[in-house]
């Protein structure tokens, strides 16, 4: 149990584009889930908390005009980066959290800006 | 806020072996809880372990244990009879659990090699 799923796992688009990122809990309801951004050797960063049917909340530092969140079900967070740059590349990983706090993860986006 | 600080960047070891994983952490809450994340080439998170910060005995999970020393603000990873699959990054956790749904900070990781 506890599974979460990303779409896609990989992604290239053209500079100035946008992309969507999908994190689905597939066997558990989940309030809350977290988007977190890793550069290559380097740890997880929180970018923003996603709340079924609440406005997300962004870490100090983060767009949120850039990096649109919406948690629309009890299974589905999606994260949206807008006019992407290259300097937007990195590994996306989301979270969902369970009953008792833990935090099952996603396997990661790559995005590739070009 | 909270910092999480993992000083050793890589360690080796020989498969067998016992090695320990050093993690720090400053907060100034009372109600949190701890986390190991490993991490191996897939990138792939997995939970290895966690401890509440209310619970004064040490989490085990088969050869995995902690040593969490509230006040010392110190929250080690042993790991007994080290595997080949023991090999990724480790990441260290904290996450407050008073306002009910909080992210983690991670430390920097710890790049662990299990040597053959």
């Known amino acids: 149990g506890a599974v979460v799923s990303q779409h896609p796992s990989r992604v290239i688009c053209k500079s100035g584009t946008s992309v969507k990122i999908e994190c689905r809990s597939l066997d558990f309801q989940a309030t809350t889930m977290f988007w977190y951004r890793q550069f290559p050797k380097q740890s997880l960063m929180l970018m923003a908390t996603?709340?079924?049917?609440?406005?997300?909340?962004?870490e100090q530092g983060v767009e949120k005009d850039k990096f649109l969140i919406n948690h629309a079900s009890l299974t589905l967070s999606t994260l949206t980066v807008t006019s992407a740059h290259p300097e937007d590349s990195s590994f996306y990983i989301c979270?969902?959290?369970?009953?008792?706090?833990?935090?099952?993860f996603g396997p990661g986006t790559r995005l590739t800006v070009t | 806020a909270q910092t999480v600080t993992q000083s050793q960047p890589e360690m080796s070891v020989q498969e067998a072996e016992t090695v320990t994983l050093s993690c720090t952490y400053d907060?100034?809450?009372?109600?949190?809880?701890l986390f190991w994340y490993k991490q191996p080439p897939s990138r792939q998170m997995i939970l290895v372990i966690r401890q509440e910060a209310y619970k004064q005995q040490n989490a085990t999970e088969n050869r995995f244990s902690v040593n969490f020393q509230k006040a010392a603000k110190s929250f080690s990873l042993k790991i007994s009879d080290s595997q080949l699959g023991d090999t990724a990054m480790y990441f260290c956790a904290f996450m407050y659990s008073g306002g009910g749904a909080d992210g983690l900070t991670f430390g920097k990781g710890t790049h662990l090699i299990i040597q053959p």
């Open positions: 996603s709340n079924e049917g609440s406005k997300a909340t962004y």
């Open positions: 979270s969902a959290q369970g009953p008792a706090y833990e935090q099952y």
């Open positions: 907060t100034s809450e009372n109600n949190y809880y």
